[in-house]
């Protein structure tokens, strides 16, 4: 047996020892020797609880922590439901008030058969600007229908299957609408630009443009009926040696926010 086993031995002896004295009583409490084994026990006692008090006191902490960790993360997950069940609330709002407006403008424009329908994509690149909506000709649209939303005109329909429809938007540079100024009543062409903005093309340099007036459409080529907004003038730059004016319009309509729109059905009259 080796030194290590020996003094295992020892300690087990003295501490069996130390509770024999204990127990017995036959030792007067100021008995020098059993001071000595009194004290000697205090000190093996201690020495002894210590480690075990230490991995108590760690194992406790563990669990504490554990538990914590449980707490939060079930906390985490609440509020991160909370959070969802809020941006849910928010898009049902949101859509309630864009709903809200469509039925309000449809009332307004009882002269027109209105079409509803939603955007299904979108695709606003430099090379083309349209949108594909979840109805076709099944529900009313055809090539050419002009489509909008309560805040204007957003393009018209050249592409149609049975149940959707590709739309070219007003920015796009192959669009053109024949349009006038509200308040001047001076005509020109509205003409897709690059972003996303539009060119009020064809008035005179000699006419007058302010910024902020209002372009609707004129209802020429029947196309599109009179008066329905397109934008408002942006910029104005006159130069005496062009005979037209260069004219930037902001469209009424945010092309990327789009979600739902109207077509047009019934056949639009003819402006004089």
């Known amino acids: 047996m080796g030194r290590s086993g020996s003094r295992v031995i020892l300690l087990i002896g003295a501490a069996a020892l130390i509770l ?144 959707t429809a590709q739309v070219l938007l007003i920015t796009d540079p192959n669009s053109s609408i024949p349009a006038l100024i509200e308040s001047s009543r001076v005509k020109g062409i509205v003409k897709g630009r690059e972003e996303s903005l539009l060119s009020l093309e064809y008035v005179r340099s000699t006419e007058e443009v302010n910024v902020g007036d209002c372009v609707v459409t004129s209802g020429l080529l029947g196309m599109f009926p009179k008066g329905l907004k397109i934008g408002y003038v942006r910029e104005v730059k006159k130069d005496d040696r062009q005979i037209f004016a260069k004219i930037i319009l902001e469209p009424c309509v945010k092309m990327e926010k789009i979600e739902e729109i109207f077509g047009i059905a019934q056949t639009v009259e003819v402006s004089d």
Not at 45 to 58: D, M, N
Not at 156 to 162: D, K
Request: glycine letters at 6%.
């Open 20 to 163: 024999v004295l204990l127990s017995t009583g036959q030792y007067s409490s100021s008995s020098l020797g059993i001071s000595c084994v009194r004290e000697g026990y205090g000190i093996f006692e201690k020495v002894i609880r210590s480690p075990f008090s230490f991995i108590a006191g760690i194992w406790n902490h563990y669990i504490f922590l554990v538990n914590t960790s449980h707490e939060n993360e079930a906390l985490r997950k609440e509020i991160d439901e909370l959070r969802v069940r809020s941006m849910n609330l928010e898009d049902i709002k949101n859509e309630n008030q864009r709903l809200r407006a469509m039925l309000e403008f449809k009332e307004a424009f009882q002269d027109f058969s209105l079409i509803p329908a939603s955007v299904l994509s979108q695709d606003i690149t430099h090379v083309f600007k349209t949108v594909l909506i979840d109805k076709g000709s099944r529900s009313g649209f055809g090539i050419n229908t002009p489509i909008l939303n309560p805040s204007g005109v957003v393009g018209r329909v050249i592409a149609v299957s049975p149940h």
